[in-house]
């Protein structure tokens, strides 16, 4: 059993930075394949970044590629998302996810592969 607690999320102006953390409790945190995903009001929940157990391998929606940065420190038990360049078509609620997947070479980046979900927090970005 995984508990996730996203935090960071704020208002920014268009072109700013924000960087999202995601506590994880629980033990085998390193077993843990993780990712982020937003949704929008009226949209559905969408694909942003995903990290394998190891941290070796990451992926990308193509609409953040080069201004985002996924990464995981496991001794803290945390995963980040730096996100940088942010446009107004960023501003969602943000929400870390985890699936047990130890020695998993790949990511995954669909909603329906992850187990445990954080309640999320929100990214508002300003014009």
């Known amino acids: 059993q995984v508990q996730l607690v996203e935090s960071g999320g704020g208002l920014v102006q268009a072109g700013g930075s924000l960087r999202l953390s995601c506590a994880a409790s629980g033990r085998a945190f390193g077993t843990y394949a993780m990712g982020w995903f937003r949704q929008a009001p009226g949209k559905e929940r969408e694909f942003v970044a995903a990290?394998?157990?190891?941290?070796?391998?990451?992926a990308y929606a193509d609409s953040v590629k080069g201004r985002f940065t996924i990464s995981r420190d496991t001794p803290k038990n945390t995963v980040y998302l730096q996100m940088n360049s942010l446009t107004p078509e960023d501003t969602a609620l943000y929400y870390c996810?985890?699936?047990?997947?130890?020695?998993?070479?790949?990511?995954?980046?669909?909603?329906?592969?992850?187990?445990?979900w954080g309640q999320g927090t929100q990214v508002t970005v300003s014009s």
């Open positions: 990290i394998n157990f190891s941290g070796v391998r990451t």
């Open positions: 996810a985890a699936v047990f997947a130890p020695l998993e070479a790949g990511t995954r980046s669909s909603p329906h592969e992850y187990d445990y």
